[in-house]
């Protein structure tokens, strides 16, 4: 079992920062790709981006690419999400998942992943 939570969310005006933070706990970091989803009210869950369990391998959803980083600890069993350039379109509740296959459909909309946070909750502001 892999536990997963997030932290980081909150309010910021458009063109601001934030990090959020994913700290993990069970089973070894390592073995798992790491990545985030966020979904929006009245949306449906969306893809942000993930990396492979050494970090060496990232992929990203075309409407963050450049503006977001996602970057792993795994001493700290830690993943974080690095957000530039918010918009108000990036408004939603972040969670943070894991899954055993970084090359895997799972990704495209996280059905049967196996690792979910519950989620924090990002306001960008205009």
């Known amino acids: 079992q892999v536990q997963l939570v997030e932290s980081g969310g909150g309010l910021v005006q458009a063109g601001g920062s934030l990090r959020l933070s994913c700290a993990a706990s069970?089973?070894?970091?390592?073995?798992?790709?790491m990545g985030w989803f966020r979904q929006a009210p009245g949306k449906e869950r969306e893809f942000v981006g993930r990396?492979?369990?050494?970090?060496?391998?990232?992929a990203y959803a075309d409407s963050v690419k450049g503006r977001f980083t996602i970057s792993r600890d795994n001493a700290r069993s830690t993943v974080y999400l690095q957000m530039n350039s918010l918009k108000p379109e990036d408004t939603a509740v972040y969670y943070c998942?894991?899954?055993?296959?970084?090359?895997?459909?799972?990704?495209?909309?996280?059905?049967?992943?196996?690792?979910w946070g519950k989620g924090t909750l990002v306001t960008v502001s205009s």
């Open positions: 069970g089973r070894t970091l390592s073995s798992y790709a």
């Open positions: 990396t492979s369990g050494s970090g060496g391998t990232t």
């Open positions: 998942a894991a899954d055993s296959r970084f090359w895997s459909q799972v990704w495209s909309r996280g059905e049967g992943m196996d690792y």
